[in-house]
């Protein structure tokens, strides 16, 4: 299955410009600090980013940070400010970024997300994302001495599930000598915001900067211990620093002994690296996640959808490309996309055998439309389609994943469970094969395994039930 997710929608979102919120000179201590909330992908705004880049703003102002703070900042503006920091810097400066908001891995990379990002495979994580490594290397050519990057952005995003490549959570930073950075949470993990209006990580950052005469490594630590401790290991927050000098959060402190850093600091927390699912004898704990469901509800059925998305900006501008060329395939493939993400699939359905027609070893198209009118119950044409997809691409999870529920739709639970099976051997992290395989198996009279899968997939992905009922399955 592959379209799943709402649609970036390309409106003009409102963005507060970047502005300085330090004296006009403050030394050689200079921070960026940006928090996007407002992602038109995402159900409603994210509520912590805001506050917590303020109120990091304001932390490093009392430190004698020259600050630069920017709110819901398109691509653009993101870029732009960076610019404008690798401007500042000079031979030894102390250069600090900050961002809260989304950020997504891609070829082990980590890529900051502006609310603008139009994201549907993962080379466009590369083409619309800013890469962390990117920014650190570039503040390091312009020759700061110090670079630390505060990264809250190990959030579970809207956009991973448009390719089935991607990897959850954050990458491993290459950054130059003299870099210390935070991730939020452990390498290739997820969280969720905690519903207030402050995430855990920056509440304890803070704590822990006010403290006098702490370098920043120590600083840190202890920021990764109290937010263990305050999650009960459910967040543990990941670093790496390659500082070859002290440097304090705090201007003017002064290096503690070695024995008093010991006597405060708490003992280390293990990080388990990720590990991909596996056999268990009983049912998965639930994790304290939430997925973020579809921010655009499907047209409803007494609605003409041409009429309800007729002025969508998104669906306005491929119709306009197919104006000036009816040929336009792409063009085609995406609105058929756009159509099927909010419901639309009588339309999506023609647009795909538009792009099929000018693309006849279109793979993706076939498995889009195979899994359309499996949604809409056309289960024989879909079923056709979806056996063209894997003719052509015969490892082809999407599509493997679709024919499960082609195949369980239409009752054959054996099928279903080997075309489930085949696609968890290759994405083990597949969270909508595994719920669909224990709805299978429970349907072939394995009720107990068909449990443990259900809750396997439940503890990854809470919404997985709805989107199933969505689809016409319970």
Excluded at 341 to 349: E, T
Excluded at 426 to 431: D, E
Aim: one cysteine or more.
């Amino acid at each position: 299955m592959r379209i799943r997710l709402v649609l970036l929608l390309t409106l003009i979102v409102s963005v507060t410009p970047i502005v300085p919120s330090g004296a006009a000179d403050r030394g050689d201590r200079f921070a960026l600090v940006i928090g996007n909330s407002k992602y038109p992908d995402a159900e409603a705004p994210l509520k912590e980013p805001i506050n917590d880049a303020r109120d990091i703003a304001n932390e490093l102002k009392r430190n004698d940070f020259n600050v630069e703070i920017g709110e819901n900042l398109t691509g653009d503006a993101m870029r732009h400010a960076f610019d404008r920091l690798y401007g500042r810097i000079k031979p030894g400066s102390v250069a600090l970024i900050f961002f809260s908001g989304f950020g997504v891995q891609s070829n082990r990379q980590s890529y900051m997300i502006p609310i603008d990002a139009q994201i549907w495979t993962e080379a466009d994580v590369r083409r619309d994302g800013l890469s962390l490594e990117t920014v650190l290397g570039e503040l390091n050519s312009r020759g700061a001495g110090v670079k630390i990057a505060l990264i809250d952005a190990s959030r579970r995003n809207p956009f991973e599930r448009r390719f089935r490549s991607f990897s959850a959570g954050l990458a491993p930073v290459i950054a130059p000598n003299g870099t210390l950075v935070m991730y939020s949470a452990a390498l290739s993990s997820v969280i969720s915001d905690n519903g207030s209006d402050h995430s855990l990580f920056v509440q304890q950052l803070l704590k822990e900067i006010r403290i006098p005469d702490l370098m920043a490594e120590e600083t840190l630590n202890r920021t990764r211990v109290g937010v263990t401790r305050a999650s009960r290991s459910e967040q543990v927050p990941w670093i790496s620093s390659s500082l070859a000098e002290d440097f304090s959060f705090i201007a003017g402190a002064s290096a503690r002994p070695s024995n008093t850093v010991a006597a405060l600091a708490a003992p280390p927390v293990a990080e388990p690296p990720p590990q991909p699912p596996s056999p268990r004898t009983d049912p998965m704990p639930l994790p304290k996640v939430e997925v973020q469901p579809p921010a655009i509800k499907p047209v409803e059925k007494s609605e003409s959808p041409a009429i309800a998305l007729a002025d969508d900006p998104t669906i306005k501008s491929l119709t306009a490309r197919l104006a000036d060329n009816p040929d336009d395939q792409n063009a085609l493939y995406r609105r058929g996309q756009v159509y099927a993400s909010k419901g639309a699939y009588a339309l999506a359905i023609k647009d795909f055998d538009g792009s099929i027609r000018l693309n006849p070893k279109d793979v993706e198209a076939f498995n889009n439309r195979c899994w359309a009118r499996t949604v809409i119950g056309e289960l024989q044409a879909a079923l056709k389609d979806c056996n063209e997809a894997l003719r052509m691409r015969p490892s082809f999870v999407d599509a493997l994943d679709s024919r499960g529920l082609v195949n369980l739709k239409s009752g054959m639970v054996k099928n279903a469970i080997a075309d489930f099976d085949a696609a968890l051997k290759i994405n083990p992290r597949l969270t909508s094969s595994l719920y669909g395989r224990g709805l299978a198996k429970k349907r072939s009279g394995a009720i107990d395994a068909g449990d443990l899968d259900i809750a396997n997939a439940k503890a990854m992905d809470p919404n997985i039930v709805k989107e199933f009922a969505d689809y016409g399955v319970n």
